[in-house]
């Protein structure tokens, strides 16, 4: 069954700390990968997203992630951590059928001063 | 979260009361999706639409209907709320590009 696992529930991170949210996927096929972050009470914002190409991806807010086949990951990194970073950042995969995005369950990020 | 609206953001709901949740596009695309979020569990499918008229089932499908009578909206309903449909309700449109659009969600209680 494809699924998109998400192994950390909470991170804390220091601010101007880097961090790393990790993301791995079970798909048939390389799928089409996401990340998006929610605070508190509000909507998905996208942060950035693969297709195909570069396996390094640039997003919005300093963001970056790397897509590897090999481990079927794709890991959301950022040099160094702000206190507005602090949020729920969701990974998610999907296809070129469209069926569906099948999300992870989460990573909720605390970012302590 | 421009192009996708959804209507009401909040709502109260008693246990057997029933209800809509409309996603209104104004994007023309053709695949619509329901999911709701629930703490610790991410976003999950209740249903999705791949064009007019047509509807499938997702993830979490049980007490709920859905109707994509017109191109634009995607109707979600509780026949009979429960407890357990307390959640918040997000749309979503996905466009030619494989982008995702999501609503601004709808926050609904059934007490």
């Known amino acids: 069954a494809q699924s998109v696992t998400q192994p950390d529930i909470h991170i804390t991170v220091s601010e101007g700390a880097s961090l790393e949210l990790r993301c791995n996927y079970s798909?048939?096929?390389?799928?089409?990968l996401f990340w998006y972050v929610q605070s508190p009470g509000q909507g998905l914002q996208l942060l950035l997203k693969y297709f195909s190409g570069d396996t390094l991806v640039q997003g919005i807010k300093g963001f970056e992630a790397e897509f590897k086949r090999s481990q079927s990951s794709f890991n959301l990194r950022k040099p160094s951590v702000h206190w507005s970073d602090a949020a729920e950042y969701f990974c998610a995969a999907g296809n070129q059928a469209g069926t569906a995005l099948i999300f992870g369950k989460g990573t909720t990020l605390s970012v302590s001063s | 979260n421009a192009g996708v609206t959804q209507t009401p953001k909040f709502r109260v709901l008693k246990t057997g009361q029933s209800m809509t949740l409309l996603c209104a596009q104004d994007m023309n695309h053709e695949y619509m999706y329901w999911y709701r979020q629930d703490p610790g569990m991410g976003l999950r499918l209740i249903h999705y639409s791949v064009g007019e008229g047509t509807t499938a089932k997702g993830e979490v499908p049980d007490g709920y209907n859905v109707s994509r009578l017109k191109k634009q909206n995607f109707l979600l309903g509780l026949e009979s709320a429960a407890p357990s449909q307390t959640s918040v309700y997000f749309c979503?449109?996905?466009?030619?590009?494989?982008?995702?659009?999501f609503g601004s969600g709808t926050r609904l209680t059934v007490v």
């Open positions: 798909y048939g096929a390389t799928p089409y």
């Open positions: 979503a449109v996905r466009d030619r590009g494989y982008g995702y659009t």
